[in-house]
């Protein structure tokens, strides 16, 4: 089990460059085999083992000139090399250009130390901003635009797509195509501060159908509070957390955190620090420091009472 | 009585009174002003030597304790910040203030013993390099001692560098210490240029040179048009965080990937230079033990200048992912792939030479030959990332470190070890224990490759570089686990060499001049050589001066016995560029200490600039006035002036 | 002790007549000179590469801050330090020809001329509508043009002092290496400044960053 890894491929890009790293990882192999067995042959060849004396009394001799040996050396290793190289042009030139027709358009932004995804669409009203967290359809390409927030992040889902950066100062492009429907795990490969280590996020590739109902579930406002706990929950969130969040149909707006309208559909809290619950929850709102030293939350301080209101109310946010 | 200007240098041989008279000449002058002030090559490379295995030690130590915190997923050891700090300061440490400096001192050492002659072609800036180097390695140490160590990587890239992000002392300490060694490096390569194409033996013509001459000069020549990049890298960057510029940050439309560009146009050549003497000491060295001269002598000197040539033209290699369009990136990855033909050559005739030969397994010779397997899954690995699309998924995970790993500790490392065993008897006129230095080997070679083999896998399975902890569940826990066990047996492996050396130094056995029966003409002087090398200036005839009598080759034959005497002042021989006709009688400088006083100016200033404290920068900048006055004053006894009309 | 037995086949080196220390300008001291001046030539390759590079990739439009840089001072002032690299080679020859008078005039001319080179570059400097912290435009200008400056004050200290020792007769037709060595210092200074000039004073005239 190897989330991370990228010696099997679920989307299209990373289908383009899993056979060149086949290829590569082949011909090196064989490469070392190779030169290991001429080094342990020659090496076994050896006559005496030891010191200063035994080298003395080993006579010098001339020896053959043995160049032609480099040149066959060299003109074998070009061979796979040249293999490679135009293979990689190839794969270059089919895995490069960013989908001339996506199916869907994806802004995102890093910041130290989560995702900031934001979803285009043709109409202005279509459009919504969530973290961490991205949904993708199956079998329609994607095209992700990448934006650098603060410093230099990169983004990674490794069985779906190679990495981009993501720079200040300009826009990258990627993009990906899942070919199955399925949980893929990515993480930021650009170390950008003390929580690179915790700056994961979660593709999830769904059926097209199921994907529209999440989009339209994430297109709607936080909803009403029900109980007193939730009402009080909630004016507490917007004055407290709404100084960094933003909860879409209340008056919490920043965007200096990740966006919580819907924070409880997400399966990660943290950038996948940890897992979304009631539990976990509670521990991030009151000491986010001890959890992930050093992010921008700071340890909230809230006595119990807020702290349960708080989640009355948070665990609306589906 | 008016010395003459020009001279016909007497012929003759060695005999005791032209001895004593060399030593009188010769000897520096004891106490402090001998130790601040020597201007000896030979002290000067042992001190570059001592300093940098002190730090390859401290660089170790470091790792160790990361390795510690990786042991398993997460571990808690370490908080974010110490763990940046200590990767950062690991990688400053070993490749900045270990893997050149260490390469520099052998090649201090042993150049004019090679070349046949009596010093370096400017031996005070010598001196002066090294105090460079100590004194801004100290400068670095003290920012990481004091909690303020470089947190960003040995590569630095911004914004995270800039003072937005990382308000503190750490970057400051970096950029400016890297700005103070990169004047040692110059320093340094100026000289070895210098020394290179004008201090020859007569008859060392460049198709004589030994391997170490091409590979230290094209790693030096390289230096002095690469590191002012980096400086200039560090210089902006210091402007950006104290005096408000906007180079890199693009609020005032600065341009972070300029610190990139910058940065490896500087780094990637780097990355030839601190291996391309190391394999120059396995091309001298391996063919002792083979008892044959190297096969392809020709092809390996062409292949090394072809490979740092090449290395100048695929630095974007390391920008891959950085959305650069797709012609550029095409461009680099064939130049990445080209520049493994010329490495390879090396290899073959490495491999030829072996086979060609009657090898003799001493502990040089394992790792003269264990590297070349080595250097081949380093640069295996390499090739791997030079496929633009696969770099996609390598980059940035630990598959590039276990690159790197392979190709430093291989290509560089090893090298340095062997090259210890080899040439130790030279320096100290004591042989290694070879019992001990099997152990040494063993140990070394084997926890080095339990630590970093599986480290392709993990790299493979998706572990980014850089992260102070990571998840369980993500397939990498045994993983690191065995990385950790092999970096303390290599821990152990380095500390035999350690013992061994110290041993040796107390208890060795003599080792004579030339214990190896090798052809080099640093093997025909006393071991240690004296202070000036050569009683008389040898003559050389072909690459291997003492097995020219038992290679059988017709022709004219060296000559170490006669020759040029120079004895009436500290003089050497200097000569012309491409066939080393004698062409001028050098005067060498005495013991000075405008070398160090200039080094001090130096810190003071650079201690100035990181307090930002004017009067502190004006001393200093006086001091080197000052320093720089004394030193270039022209000298009767150097003849850089008339004497007074008398 | 006696000469061992030679083989005719071994060859000795038995140069006749060579020179003692450096004569002219074979030393080895102009070969250091020589690898300085390549590293700082680089440094300022890079400074340039600095300013192509961030204004090839700045946001269109504007990058440059004054699209017609001023020439009213720059220009004179370039042809002042080319000038003043003639004056500095007339006073080297001055030394070699054993011409006293010529060597003083020449090499403390250059001095007055690179003197005066600095100081209408500091007026330059505080004439520009911008400052250091501007913009990456300006950072670059004043940085380059500031570290061209700082070479220019090495090299006045470097002919103040060969203008000192000649004076002092320190030099003839023979032992002459460190005026060689000190008026080719001033020759770089002068050429970098022509690179410098030509990509901040005169590329904006021919659209580059406008």
Redesign the interface.
């Known amino acids: ?7 099997d491929a679920a989307g299209q890009r ?1 289908h ?2 899993l056979p ?2 086949w290829l ?2 082949a ?2 192999l064989l ?2 085999v190779v ?2 067995v ?2 342990w ?3 076994r ?8 004396a ?3 009394a ?10 032609r ?2 040149g ?3 003109a074998i ?2 061979v796979p ?1 040249l293999i ?2 135009v ?3 190839v ?3 089919e ?3 960013p989908p001339a027709d996506p199916g869907l358009t994806l802004d995102i932004t890093a910041h ?1 130390w989560w995702w900031e995804v934001h979803y285009d669409a043709a109409q202005p009203d279509q459009t919504f901003t969530t973290a961490n967290e991205i949904h993708i359809p199956v079998g329609q390409r994607v095209l992700v635009r ?1 934006h ?1 927030g ?3 992040h ?1 983004f990674w889902v ?1 069985k779906l ?5 993501t ?4 826009t ?2 990627s993009w990906m195509e899942a070919d199955r429907p399925g949980r893929y795990r990515g ?11 915790h700056m994961a996020f979660e593709v999830v590739a769904e059926p097209p159908a199921q994907f529209q109902r999440w989009r339209a579930q994430q297109l709607q406002p936080a909803p009403a509070p029900t109980t007193p706990e939730q009402t009080r929950g909630r004016s507490l969130v917007v004055y407290r957390c709404g100084a960094c969040h933003r909860v879409g149909g209340t008056l919490a707006g920043a965007l200096a955190g990740p966006d919580l309208t819907h924070v409880m559909s997400r399966s990660t809290i943290a950038a996948g620090t940890l897992p979304t619950g009631p539990g976990t929850l509670a521990e991030w709102i009151e000491a986010p420091q001890a959890l992930k ?2 992010n921008l939350m700071p340890n909230q301080g809230l006595s119990a009472q807020q702290l349960t209101d708080a989640l009355a109310y948070l665990e609306t946010l589906k | 009585m008016r ?7 007497h ?1 003759g ?1 060695d ?1 005791v009174e032209h001895q004593s008279r060399l030593l009188e000449l010769w000897e520096g002058e004891g106490g402090l002003k001998g130790f601040l002030g020597t201007v000896d090559h030979k002290k000067i490379g042992i001190r570059y030597i001592v300093t940098a295995l002190i730090l390859l030690v401290f660089g170790g130590l470091e790792a160790l304790i990361m390795r510690l915190q990786l042991a398993g997923p997460n571990g808690t050891l370490l ?3 110490q763990y ?1 700090q200590l990767f950062s300061t690991h990688g400053m440490t070993m490749i900045f203030l270990y893997a050149l400096p260490i390469l520099s001192g052998f090649s201090n050492y042993l150049w004019p013993l090679v070349l046949g002659g009596r010093d370096m ?2 031996p005070r ?1 010598n001196a002066f390099s090294y105090w460079i180097y100590l004194f801004s390695a100290i400068f670095l140490y003290v920012g990481f001692l004091t909690g303020n160590g470089p947190n ?2 040995w590569f630095n ?4 560098a800039s003072r ?2 990382n308000p503190g002392l750490n970057e400051d300490f970096y950029s400016l210490g890297m700005i103070f060694l990169g004047i040692s490096v ?1 320093a340094g ?2 000289n070895f ?2 020394t290179a ?3 020859r033996a ?2 060392m013509s460049l198709n004589r040179l030994p391997m170490i001459i091409w590979g230290t000069l094209t790693a030096n020549a390289a230096n ?6 980096v ?2 890298a560090f210089f ?1 960057l210091w ?2 965080r104290q ?5 890199f940050d ?1 609020s ?7 610190w990139q ?2 940065f490896w ?1 500087f780094g990637h050549p780097w990355v030839y230079a601190i291996v391309l003497p190391a394999m120059s000491f396995v091309s001298d060295g391996l063919p ?2 083979c ?3 190297l ?2 002598y020709p ?1 390996v000197a062409l292949s090394t200048v072809a490979t740092m040539i090449l290395g100048f033209g695929v630095w974007v290699h390391h920008m891959f ?3 650069l369009p ?1 012609l550029g ?2 461009f680099f ?2 130049a990445s ?2 520049i ?2 010329p490495s ?2 090396a ?3 490495w ?13 040089a010779f394992l790792y003269f ?1 264990s590297m ?2 080595m250097f ?2 380093g640069g ?2 390499g ?2 990332t ?12 630990y598959f590039v470190v276990a690159h790197i790993h392979y190709v430093l500790i291989g290509i560089n490392v090893f090298p340095v070890l062997g090259a210890v065993y080899y040439w130790f ?1 030279k320096m100290s006129g004591k ?1 290694m224990d ?1 019992r001990l230095g099997r152990w040494n080997f063993w140990i070394t070679f084997i926890g080095f490759n339990l630590a970093f083999l599986p480290m392709h896998l993990t790299g ?11 998840a369980d ?3 990498w826990d045994t993983l690191n686990l065995i990385t950790t066990i092999g970096s303390f047996v290599l821990a152990v492996g380095v500390l035999l060499f350690v013992i061994n050396v110290l041993k040796s130094l107390k208890s060795g056995a003599p ?1 004579g001049p030339n ?3 090798a ?1 080099g003409l640093e093997w025909s002087t006393p071991s240690p050589p004296p202070p000036y090398n050569f009683a008389v ?1 040898p ?1 050389v ?1 072909s690459r291997t001066p003492l ?1 020219e009598n ?4 017709s ?5 170490v ?4 005497l120079l004895s009436q002042g500290k003089e050497s021989i ?1 000569s012309s560029a491409v066939d080393a ?7 060498m400088p005495e013991d000075s200490v405008a070398p160090f006083l200039l080094a001090i100016g130096a810190t003071v200033l650079f201690v100035g600039m990181l307090l930002k404290v004017w009067f502190v920068i004006g001393i200093g900048v006086v001091l080197i ?1 000052l320093g720089t ?1 004394l030193w ?1 004053w ?1 000298r009767r006894d ?5 004497p007074v ?1 008398g | ?1 006696a ?2 037995q ?2 005719p ?15 002219g300008r ?4 102009y ?2 000179v020589g ?2 001046i ?3 030539a ?2 300022f390759s ?2 340039l ?2 300013y192509y ?2 204004g090839a ?3 269109v439009g504007g ?1 440059v801050i004054e699209p017609h840089p001023a020439l009213k001072l720059a220009l004179p002032n370039t042809i002042l330090l080319l000038l003043s690299s003639l004056v500095a080679w007339i006073g080297e020859r001055g030394v070699l020809e054993r011409k006293r008078a010529q060597a003083l005039i020449g090499l403390g001319g250059a001095l007055l001329m690179g003197i005066a080179f600095a100081i209408i570059q500091t007026f330059e400097w505080q004439a520009k509508p911008f400052k ?9 200008y004043f ?1 380059t043009t500031g570290f061209h400056e700082l070479h220019v004050f090495v090299g006045l ?1 470097v002919l103040a ?1 060969v203008f000192a ?1 000649t004076a002092l ?4 037709p ?2 002459n ?2 005026v060689s060595a000190g008026v080719l210092y001033w020759h770089f200074v002068d050429v970098i400044w022509l690179f410098v000039f030509f990509t901040y004073y005169l590329t904006p005239y021919m659209g580059f960053g406008t």
């Open positions: 089990m190897t989330p991370l890894g990228y010696l990373a383009i460059i060149l790293t590569t990882i011909i090196s490469v070392c030169i290991a001429l080094l042959l020659g090496v060849r050896a006559r005496s083992s030891g010191g200063a035994e080298t003395r080993t006579a010098v001799t001339g020896g053959r000139s043995g160049v040996w480099i066959m050396g060299i290793s070009g090399l490679a190289l293979w990689t042009m794969a270059l030139a895995a490069s250009g130290q990448l650098g603060d410093v230099i990169s490794p797509t190679g990495k981009t950066d720079i200040p100062g300009q990258n492009l993480q930021c490969t650009e170390y950008c501060g003390w929580q690179h280590a030293p050093g | 010395q003459p200007d020009y001279r016909t240098p012929i041989i005999s908080n974010p910040e940046d072609a400017f800036l960003d990587g890239y911004v914004p995270y937005d992000y110059t390569a100026a240029i210098v194409f004008r201090t007569p008859g002095l048009v690469v590191i002012p990049a400086s200039l902006l402007m950006d005096y408000g510029t906007h180079f693009t005032g439309n600065g341009q972070p990937l300029l560009h910058l146009i002792v033990f008892r044959r001269p096969v392809g092809y992912a950085t959305g797709g990136m095409s990855s064939a792939f080209v493994v033909l390879a050559v290899v073959f005739a491999l030829a030479t072996i086979w060609l030969g009657r090898p003799v397994i001493t502990t030959s070349i397997l081949v899954i295996v690995s090739f791997m030079a496929a633009v699309p696969t770099d996609w998924q390598l980059t940035d995970t008897p042989l070879e493979l399975f998706g572990m980014p570089r850089r992260v102070y902890t990571y569940g993500m397939g080792a214990p190896w029966d052809p200036i003559t005839a097995w038992r290679l059988g080759e022709g004219v034959v060296s000559s016995d006669r020759g040029m200097g006709e004698p062409d001028m009688i050098l005067h006035a006055l270039l022209p150097l003849r850089e002036r008339e009309h | 002790m000469e061992p030679l083989s086949d071994v060859i000795v080196a038995a140069p006749r007549d060579l020179q003692v220390g450096p004569v074979h030393g080895l001291g070969w250091g690898t300085l390549a590293t700082e680089a440094l890079y400074l590469f600095s590079y961030t990739t700045a946001p990058w250091l912290g501007a913009s990456s435009y300006s950072s670059l940085v200290l002092a020792w007769d320190y030099f003839s023979r032992r290496l460190t």
